[in-house]
């Protein structure tokens, strides 16, 4: 009996063989989905999503019944106001505008900010706690204490560079300084107050909390939220004419 083979290659063709890789069954995770734990798409999350819309829009018209809008007159070329505030969102960088060289706190500050975010899944590897608030109980103490750290410490700087100027500081830097007011107090100490203040965080947190790369980052994060609220709500609440510093009981009324 002859059994009869399939086509043969030609002489000198290889004939190319795949593999199969065998993987163990227990090493195999299967989800067991079931019915009642699954939340549907409609109605489930997209009704909540109307009610809560709903309710936004309602709150909106309230509050557009009960207060009228911060509106002014007609804009005029040949007047300027005073103060002329950038909107609410880019008040924390005209706040850092007053405080040190323009193109350090426009350009380089959020720029560099910006590549540390885009640096974040490079320097935390870890994949330890993904998808749960602040990974641990931990990391909620180190937001909590890197929020205050960073709220406390920015409303101090703004409050000593304000009292600084107003006993002539600025004045005597110009004269007195190399390269007058322009790289000392504008570029350098400023530099060095942003670069120094987060290592010093990232210090107190691992010798206080034992942070790790994931539990520091999230101090870091929560600083520079803290800060950015700190210096919106001055922009916005303390800011009046000429961008003086007032309290925001004392605010000069710049419109009715």
Do not use: C
Not at 24 to 47: C, F, G, N, Y
Not at 89 to 98: A, D, G, M, P, V
Not at 122 to 140: C, H
């Amino acid at each position: 009996m002859t059994m009869q083979r399939g086509p043969q290659p030609f002489p000198g063709q290889e004939k190319r063989l795949r593999l199969l890789a065998f993987v163990r069954q227990d090493s195999i995770v299967r989800v067991d989905k079931r019915v009642e734990d699954t939340a549907m798409v409609w109605p489930h999350l997209l009704l909540i999503e109307f009610i809560a819309a709903m309710v936004w829009t309602l709150g909106l018209f309230v509050i557009s019944v009960l207060f009228n809008a911060p509106l002014q007159d007609h804009s005029n070329q040949d007047r300027t106001p005073n103060p002329s505030k950038a909107p609410w969102y880019f008040l924390n960088l005209q706040e850092l505008l007053l405080h040190m060289n323009a193109a350090l706190a426009g350009v380089v500050v959020p720029g560099a900010w910006i590549l540390f975010m885009m640096m974040i899944p490079y320097i935390d590897k870890s994949r330890q706690g993904s998808g749960v608030y602040f990974t641990n109980a931990k990391g909620k103490t180190i937001a909590k204490f890197s929020a205050v750290f960073a709220a406390v410490l920015t409303a101090a700087l703004v409050a000593m560079d304000y009292f600084l100027k107003k006993a002539g500081y600025a004045e005597w830097a110009t004269a007195n300084l190399p390269g007058g007011k322009l790289i000392i107090p504008d570029v350098l100490i400023p530099t060095a107050i942003m670069l120094g203040l987060p290592v010093v965080l990232v210090i107190i947190l691992k010798r206080l909390y034992k942070a790790d790369a994931r539990e520091w980052m999230i101090g870091i994060w929560s600083g520079f939220l803290a800060t950015y609220l700190v210096l919106t709500v001055i922009g916005t609440s303390m800011r009046g004419p000429g961008m003086e510093l007032f309290p925001p009981w004392a605010l000069p009324r710049t419109h009715e």
